[in-house]
């Protein structure tokens, strides 16, 4: 029985999911609280997802200098080379000038 939904995306396609976001949106403040809750939601929801890591750094809310945010839900291990880890990363071109997004997800079975 296969699964639709969550679990046949990919690092790739949230990322330019999220570079949309911010192509959409001025404010970038309320872009990251609503990737905050879903990226909560799902890590919790599939069952083959055991940590995401998200980072976006650029100008920010339209501030003179770069910032960069960072949000970790879950577990990631970057460091065996053994473990399932999907990176992508984008470029998105905005008003207020570049952010790099980079985006790691960490599939395996969950330890509880």
Do not use: E
């Given at each position: 029985?296969?699964q639709?939904?969550?679990?046949?995306?990919?690092?790739?396609?949230?990322t330019?999911?999220?570079?949309?976001?911010?192509?959409?949106?001025?404010?970038?403040?309320?872009?990251?609280?609503?990737?905050?809750?879903?990226?909560?939601?799902y890590v919790?929801?599939?069952?083959?997802?055991?940590?995401?890591?998200?980072q976006v750094?650029?100008?920010?809310?339209?501030?003179?200098?770069?910032r960069?945010?960072?949000?970790?839900?879950?577990?990631?291990?970057?460091q065996?080379?053994?473990n399932?880890?999907?990176?992508?990363?984008?470029?998105?071109?905005?008003?207020?000038?570049?952010f790099?997004?980079k985006f790691?997800?960490?599939?395996?079975q969950?330890?509880?």
């Amino acid at each position: 029985m296969a699964q639709l939904g969550f679990a046949c995306l990919d690092a790739s396609f949230l990322t330019k999911a999220v570079k949309g976001m911010f192509l959409k949106h001025n404010r970038h403040w309320l872009v990251f609280k609503f990737l905050k809750t879903a990226l909560r939601a799902y890590v919790d929801k599939d069952p083959c997802i055991v940590g995401i890591k998200l980072q976006v750094a650029g100008k920010i809310n339209g501030f003179s200098r770069k910032r960069r945010k960072i949000f970790q839900i879950g577990s990631l291990l970057l460091q065996p080379v053994s473990n399932n880890v999907d990176y992508s990363y984008c470029v998105a071109v905005t008003k207020f000038g570049t952010f790099g997004i980079k985006f790691w997800l960490f599939k395996g079975q969950k330890y509880i």
